[in-house]
């Protein structure tokens, strides 16, 4: 709650521990608080970038920006993954049942993610 209080607008970690008085690990605990439980529950959309930190931003263009870097995120994991452990796996047991059933399965959310992430829609007006 501490970290809700202190409204971050584009505060770093660092920033966010000298105003509220709270550790490295404490904060790191709020911010996640905060993405899985408060925002939803307060309607605070949570957002991070390099440019301006931590911030409850009223802007929806905010959310999406957040939204999508954090899909690329997601996206460029997975896709590492892919190529660098089930792909290895699959060349070396073409039969393996399971291994074949994430393939296809995974290849399903990674087409997925990328339309996702070539999107390029703006922002609906606030309260439509």
């Known amino acids: 709650m501490a970290i809700m209080a202190a409204r971050p607008n584009g505060l770093s970690v660092k920033e966010i521990m000298d105003t509220t008085d709270l550790s490295r690990s404490q904060v790191a605990a709020g911010i996640l608080w905060i993405k899985e439980k408060a925002a939803g529950e307060n309607l605070t959309p949570l957002s991070w970038s390099r440019k301006e930190g931590y911030r409850f931003s009223d802007d929806p263009t905010d959310w999406i920006e ?57 922002a609906a007006p606030s309260g439509t």
């Open 66 to 122: 957040y939204e999508r870097s954090q899909t690329r995120k997601t996206l460029t994991g997975l896709v590492r993954m892919v190529k660098s452990t089930l792909d290895p796996h699959l060349q070396r047991e073409p039969t393996d049942s399971w291994a074949t059933m994430a393939s296809s399965q995974l290849a399903g959310i990674i087409k997925g993610l990328e339309f996702i992430t070539a999107q390029h829609v703006t």
